[in-house]
């Protein structure tokens, strides 16, 4: 059978767990792509490192041109993450003519118009089913499944890290900081969080599924988010008195006024499906006009979920999907029509406040006051 030479940029979580299903699911990949991937070069920074991949040394580089300007590779899969190097390589890549694979949010979110017109000027696909939810396949849902419809909303649970931290505050009455902690030592967190638990992993993932869904080009600085850094116990116990349970969401909203974009610790009330996500799995609620509720769920994050959605990706490319759907969709056009960014000032929503007040006469008066005169009705 006809070989296709893959470039692998990045042997980490996911660049293993690529190499691990090309390997073990060979066969399989060959009869529905119609070729046979054979990785022919895995870009890594240190090659001392040892690696659970089963990539050949001789195949294992740090020179990102090796991958790039060889000619047999025809597609190259990066699963590098971050900006800096990754967006010059995927731009140099559509430019000597590969098809790139990417699970990289980030760049998206920041460089998606940027990448999909390298993309439409020499010709090249770019997929990134990858890119949000791990193994959940929402991109493709939104891009092609749901396509004639008007997505209405999407509530979304997208970090795995912030799932599984606030299932231990809900369910064990864990303290932030405790939760955190179990998280990395299980593999579930990094040992610098930030990105996850301040809601920009978040934003970024809801970047790119506003694109999918409104047409949206917005970046990561326009979307207000607020992470769980700053939940106490006694936010989830109150929640869980109302009937709430506290999830990091991921909100998108279209209506007459425009769309609002937003992350932030959201009461989900309790027995409904999002309430039910648990530990580091993720679900994503979409509503549209024509199809109505419908919700996805799987694990978002970890070495073989993400494999998954990336080796499919590839053999979309292989096959040649990717190509057409990529044409249909034009994605991050350079103008188009998209929805009003509504500003977070006219987002109208129900809030929950916490105060600690002195136990005296007269203070909750004074605090519904303050409110009244804001506009501000207590519930």
Known sequence: MEQVGVGLLGLGTVGTGVARLLEAASDRIARRAGKRPEVRWALVRDPSRRREAPVPAGRIVTDWRRVVFDPEVSVIIETMGGIDPALEIVLEALAAGKDVVTANKALLAEHGREVFAQARRYGRAVAFEASVGGGIPIVQALGVSLAANQVQSLAAILNGTCNFILTGMTREGLTYETALRRAQELGYAEADPTLDVDGTDTAHKLAVLAQLAFGAGVTTAQIPRQGIDRLEPADIRFAAELGY??????????????????????????????????GPYNAIRVVGDAVGDTLFYGRGAGMMPTASAVVGDLIDVVVGRAALTAQAQDLWPAEAPAPRLLPPEQARSRYYLRFMIADRPGVLGAIAQVLGAHHISIA
């Not at 932030?264 to 409904?272: C, E, F, K």
Request: aromatic content about 0%; hydrophobic content about 55%.
């Open 245 to 278: 349970t506290v999830k990091l969401l991921a909100l998108a909203r279209l209506s007459a006024a425009g769309l609002e974009l937003r992350v932030a610790p959201t009461l989900v009330r309790q027995g409904t499906p999002l309430a039910d996500v648990q």
